[in-house]
């Protein structure tokens, strides 16, 4: 008698060999067979029809609040992820000493556009230490989550205020080292900085202070445990990126470790820059190093209200400090005041095409609602007026709850993206899943992946995106037992529709504590997801009650 059997399913195993048909027996939260099995199961699926497939891993994830009050990490598990990496970009909610909480708030808030209220009202600070915070979320975990610690807040730990102002000492670089082992003993699967993020009071992060001794250092022990380093590396500048990518060479070949960086993004005047990143990462492969560029799958949308502070602005300084540091009145005031509203303007004249290119995608009020869909250079010849005064007009008629879309900013060559992921020595990243709520919806990458880039333009088989999303994941970030299906393997299994899988719609939702909203999509063609062996998603019935995900991987020390 098998707990699980999976019939009649289209096999694509994450090793990137072709599928062939067959059914799975699962017993005990394992693959116990594969092959035709005639036995008796507490539970059957017909597969008739569907890719079965090894869970998906989404690597680069910011659901570290998420998890105090969803366990789900809701809505990923139904768009086929059954194992998701938190604590990127050198922000962890652990270790974390109570009196530094609102500084590492302010920072998830700025950084990732996490908002304060939902902190405020979703979580219950009973955690200090990284192992108490292991603990905390595996009481009602239904995902997977291999962990990483956030370099700054190491920092913050050991050094507090002076974290934010000078490098550290060699006795606190000593401590952070102690503090690391303890969190990779506890269950982080390694360690996440940055070198570009700013904070809460736009300084450089805690770990932007750090020098070359301390970040080898803290590498040295990653190296113990066979740990990985991702880094938030100069995006915006190819040359800096390939500086970068020459350092992580050094720190992989030095300490024997996986090291990844993301994002790498692809826009039209890009073509070369992105091609000589590619160039060096092939070039320090060839040496025996390991620096994988995360690169994802969607385009670059970006959702706005002035209600709340969006990146969108940060390199528009009057705005930005507006919007960012202003209250409602204060922001009001300003797009009401004549001489402030001039020198809004002439700022944000240098971006003229993304203004005019915005949609209006959300009114309150009934007068604006016929010009909803509509971008704001129609709604300017409409108005007789222009783009940036048609927006700053709707959001005062709107009380700052107009919201506006700025579609396909980027990343949207289907065919040098497509190109870029199946490269070999490309991992498919960097969603950013859970933050950015009121920006876009950092769900759908995978379904993307299949819709866009298998099912449409073939630009990846089947098999080769599968296993870039499961066995190659789980083999670089050191993710035992899962990415592939094999007997004695862990059960984390997706089963889908070839033919429709896709993401839905993004669509607004009221589910954040704290009365807060966040853009959202549904998944399509996901019909079922096992997570530990047990039935977590079915797309007919929605999720289960089953809570078998698990804090992965923790180790000791290599021998």
């Known amino acids: 008698m098998f707990d699980l059997l999976i019939k009649n399913g289209r096999i694509v195993d994450g090793s990137g060999l072709p599928a062939f048909n067959s059914d799975i027996a699962i017993k005990d939260g394992r693959i116990s067979r594969i092959g035709k099995i005639d036995a008796d199961a507490t539970q059957i699926v017909d597969a008739n029809g569907k890719i079965v497939t090894p869970g998906f891993i989404d690597p680069h994830t910011h659901f570290d609040a998420q998890l105090l009050w969803d366990g789900y990490a809701k809505p990923s598990i139904e768009h086929g992820i059954t194992t998701i990496v938190p604590g990127n970009c050198s922000l962890s909610l652990a270790p974390l000493k109570a009196e530094h909480r609102e500084k590492l708030v302010g920072m998830f808030n700025q950084i990732e556009e996490m908002p304060i209220a939902a902190f405020e009202q979703g979580v219950e600070w009973n955690w200090e230490s990284f192992d108490e915070f292991v603990k905390r979320i595996k009481s009602e975990l239904s995902i997977n989550v291999a962990p990483l610690v956030g370099h700054s807040a190491l920092r913050l730990w050991v050094m507090g205020d002076a974290a934010n102002q000078r490098i550290a000492t060699g006795s606190e670089i000593e401590e952070m080292q102690t503090l690391l082992r303890e969190c990779l003993q506890a269950g982080a699967v390694g360690m996440s900085t940055s070198f570009v993020d700013f904070d809460e009071k736009m300084q450089p992060v805690p770990c932007r202070y750090a020098n070359t001794a301390e970040l080898n250092a803290l590498c040295t022990v990653l190296g113990e ?103 409602r009145e204060d922001i009001i005031a300003a797009f009401s005041d004549k001489e402030m509203r001039k020198k809004l303007t002439a700022e944000a004249a240098g971006m003229s095409s993304v203004w005019e290119n915005l949609i209006l995608r959300q009114v ?43 579609a396909n900013m980027g990343h949207n060559d289907v065919k040098k993206v497509g190109e870029l992921l199946a490269h070999p020595n490309v991992l498919i990243g960097a969603s950013d899943g859970g933050a950015h709520i009121l920006s876009f919806a950092t769900f759908g990458d995978t379904g993307h992946l299949f819709s866009q880039f298998v099912r449409e333009t073939g630009l990846l088989s089947l098999e080769q995106a599968v296993k870039k999303i499961t066995l190659d994941t789980a083999t670089i970030w050191g993710i035992p037992e899962r990415g592939l299906l094999k007997t004695n393997y862990i059960a984390d299994i997706t089963i889908f529709d070839e033919a429709t899988i896709d993401r839905g719609p993004e669509y607004f939702v009221q589910d954040v504590p704290g009365d807060g909203h966040r853009y959202v999509r549904d998944a399509e063609g996901v019909d079922t997801v096992i997570i530990g062996g047990a039935i977590s998603y079915q797309q007919a019935s929605g999720y289960t009650d089953a809570q078998r995900g698990e804090v992965l991987p923790g180790s000791q020390p290599l021998q």
């Open 225 to 327: 445990f066979g740990r990985i380093l991702q880094i938030v590396n100069e995006f915006f500048d190819a040359d800096l990126t390939v500086a970068r990518i020459d350092q992580l060479a050094e720190i992989s070949l030095a300490h024997n470790i996986t090291t990844t960086f993301s994002p790498l993004f692809v826009n039209s005047d890009n073509f070369d820059d992105v091609d000589k990143v590619i160039a060096r990462v092939e070039e320090q492969f060839g040496r025996g190093a390991r620096v994988w560029p995360q690169v994802q799958t969607r385009p670059i949308d970006i959702s706005f209200c002035f209600e709340s502070p969006s990146l969108l602005f940060i390199r528009l300084p009057s705005w930005y400090g507006i919007i960012r540091f202003g209250s």
């Open 364 to 406: 309150k009020h009934e007068k604006n609602k016929g010009l909803v869909g509509k971008n704001l250079i129609e709604i300017a010849q409409l108005r007789n007026s222009t783009a940036i005064d048609v927006m700053i007009d709707i959001s005062l008629e709107e009380d700052l709850q107009a919201h506006f879309l700025s």
